[in-house]
């Protein structure tokens, strides 16, 4: 009866040791298949391509492909629920930004924790949002924008890439700071709103700086205004637009995420394909036009910062009775 009993322990000591070495072996293989990258946007705009660039130089990295999928709608929730529901493997991340940390705020009835659905994996980088007209508008300076909005209430229009996104809470803050009227209108990306600004079927936007910064080298777009307290070197003599209106401050940012869940040695892994990835001279080159300001450090990095954002855009969301359209 002893005999049978040590025979038995023996046997469960022996499944156990095997069935941790085979999660070590098959965490130690990560990745042995393509990865996915979300993307909550249309194809086009600035978070699709910092997304594309950033997955390129993963791929490198991780030597597996890194596949970008845009799941654009409902201001970014629709693809990011899906990353909450997918398998914490580390074979699904998605690419945050600045609607992550204010849809909380703007939506109380998402159908997912933010705080508790994701485990963050790196912020990539911040920078500036840019307000921007057509080359042809007639505004030349936030003044003249101010001004025309004052005189012909809710006439002027402003696009966002959608509900809760960086350019529609700066939007948001341009006309309570203003005091003016102007009317929002969402789009399921940059890329649609860029088309329907140079078409002329919306005024301005105040869009990423890596969604208009082309548009504005090229000369289809003219730069008012630089989003952040300060003005960026990478719009050289745009001024920021709390010159006019003090106080107005906004930022964009990039981070990516992954499904609670998910073992912290395959985050560390895709943490240190990011960081490589942000080295890339391909990366480099593209974003260092558009004033962003990689960080790419631990995971803790971008959880402390999209908290105190959370928090800060909470308490503006509500002092100014901000609704999502």
Not at 80 to 102: N, R
Not at 123 to 139: E, I, K, Y
């Amino acid at each position: 009866m002893q005999t049978s009993f040590r025979a038995m322990l023996a046997r469960m000591s022996a499944l156990i040791g095997t069935t941790a070495l085979a999660a070590t072996t098959a965490f130690a293989a990560f990745p042995d298949k393509p990865v996915r990258l979300v993307v909550p946007f249309a194809p086009g705009g600035g978070t699709d391509l910092i997304a594309r660039t950033l997955g390129a130089g993963m791929s490198q990295a991780l030597g597996q492909p890194v596949i970008v999928e845009n799941k654009p709608g409902a201001g970014t929730i629709i693809g990011t629920d899906a990353v909450a529901k997918s398998a914490p493997d580390g074979y699904t991340m998605i690419i945050a930004s600045f609607a992550h940390a204010v849809n909380p705020s703007l939506a109380p009835k998402l159908p997912f924790d933010t705080s508790k659905a994701f485990a963050p994996v790196v912020l990539v980088g911040r920078g500036p949002n840019v307000l921007v007209v057509r080359a042809d508008s007639p505004f030349k300076s936030v003044k003249d924008v101010i001004a025309a909005a004052k005189g012909k209430p809710g006439a002027l229009t402003y696009a966002s890439q959608g509900n809760g996104t960086s350019a529609h809470m700066a939007g948001e803050m341009f006309t309570n700071l203003a005091k003016v009227e102007m009317v929002h209108v969402p789009y399921r990306g940059a890329g649609p709103a860029m088309t329907d600004l140079l078409g002329g079927q919306v005024d301005m936007i105040f869009g990423t700086a890596a969604a208009v910064s082309l548009f504005v080298d090229s000369g289809k777009m003219r730069a008012l205004a630089v989003t952040t307290p300060q003005p960026s070197t990478a719009f050289k003599g745009v001024p920021a637009l709390a010159e006019a209106l003090p106080g107005y401050q906004v930022e964009s940012w990039y981070g990516l995420y992954v499904p609670a869940g998910t073992p912290a040695d395959v985050i560390a892994k895709l943490n240190a394909a990011a960081a490589k990835a942000t080295q890339n001279p391909d990366f480099v080159k593209k974003v260092e036009h558009e004033g962003l300001v990689v960080n790419a450090g631990p995971p803790a990095e971008l959880d402390a910062y999209v908290r105190a954002e959370e928090a800060r855009w909470r308490k503006i969301v509500k002092e100014n009775n901000i609704k999502s359209d």
